[in-house]
Structures are given as C-alpha cells and as structure tokens.
C-alpha cells in the first residue's frame, strides 16, 4: 500500500460481499466487522470510480437472486461506495 508509484486496482468484491453479508444474513455484527477493514484499505486510493452497465434489467431473475433482489444489491452499492468516499474525504 506504501508504493506511490504506482497504480493500485481495487476489485469490488469486496463491496459487493458487504452488500450481500448486509442483506442476506440474520448476523449484522459480520457487516459492521468487516466495514471498517475495507474503509481503511479503501482509504489508501487517490481515485475510486463506480462502473455500471447501462443495460441493467431488473426485470429479469438470475440464477441466484430476483429482479427486485438484484436491483437492491446494486443500490445498496453504490450507497456503501458513496458512504466511503464521503468518509474518506473529511
């Protein structure tokens, strides 16, 4: 994390594992555990970028989860995205 210079990458797994730890499990003392962690390493990055598809179809089910349910995640997301970096900023 110390490198200055180069360019670190962070995958959103993370992320998205929070969101569906926050959503699907009865136990919210794993999400508030785990939140801090990701923060701190998120803390470390000069830019953080959202990347959406533009043809998401909430309509339709996947494999594993609804429409409804896949729209939630994705909003749930981009909250905790936005949560972080405002965070971050003060």
């Known amino acids: 994390m110390e490198n200055e210079d180069g360019i670190i990458i962070f ?11 926050e959503l699907f499990t009865k136990d919210k003392k794993v999400y ?4 801090p962690q990701v923060t701190k390493v998120m803390e470390h ?4 970028y959202l990347i959406e598809r533009a043809d998401n179809d909430y309509s339709k089910n996947t494999t594993l989860l609804t429409g409804d349910q896949r729209k939630e995640i ?5 909250n905790i995205i936005q949560t972080l970096i405002h965070g971050m900023k003060k």
Do not use: H, M, R
Request: proline share 4%; aromatic share 12%.
């Open 45 to 48: 990055f000069d830019l953080i």
């Open 11 to 21: 995958d959103g797994t993370p992320v998205d594992t929070l969101a569906f730890i």
């Open 74 to 78: 994705n909003e749930f997301i981009k």
């Open 32 to 35: 508030s555990s785990l939140s």
